[in-house]
């Protein structure tokens, strides 16, 4: 596996854990896929960049900006929790520039 990058969730809130912070380590095998790398704690006072849902297993992310300085929103979908939270893209929307 080839590891691209990280994308960084700075609070997300999950229930029964409350607000967390998150670290996705971004690799390729035959397509691009999010490995949690890490979660912590993080403060309740920042606003929520993402969105889990439990039932859907996914993650809809508001903003993510790529090094191109694009930003995206992103819907990530859990594709396996075996040894670890590994998450795949289903939707990604690039947002459109108010001109």
């Not at 994308?7 to 380590?25: C, H, K, N, Q």
């Not at 300085?69 to 929790?81: F, I, M, N, T």
Request: charged share 20%; proline share 3%; net charge negative.
């Amino acid at each position: 596996m080839q590891h691209l990058g990280y994308l960084w969730v700075p609070r997300i809130g999950i229930d029964s854990y409350g607000a967390m912070e998150l670290t996705f380590r971004l690799e390729f095998n035959e397509q691009y896929l999010l490995v949690l790398d890490e979660a912590v704690e993080t403060s309740v006072t920042i606003s929520n960049y993402a969105v889990f849902d439990p039932i859907q297993q996914t993650i809809d992310v508001d903003e993510i900006e790529v090094p191109s300085g694009k930003l995206y929103s992103a819907q990530l979908r859990l594709v396996s929790s075996e040894n670890e939270f590994v998450f795949a893209t289903a939707d990604a929307r690039a947002y459109s520039s108010c001109a």
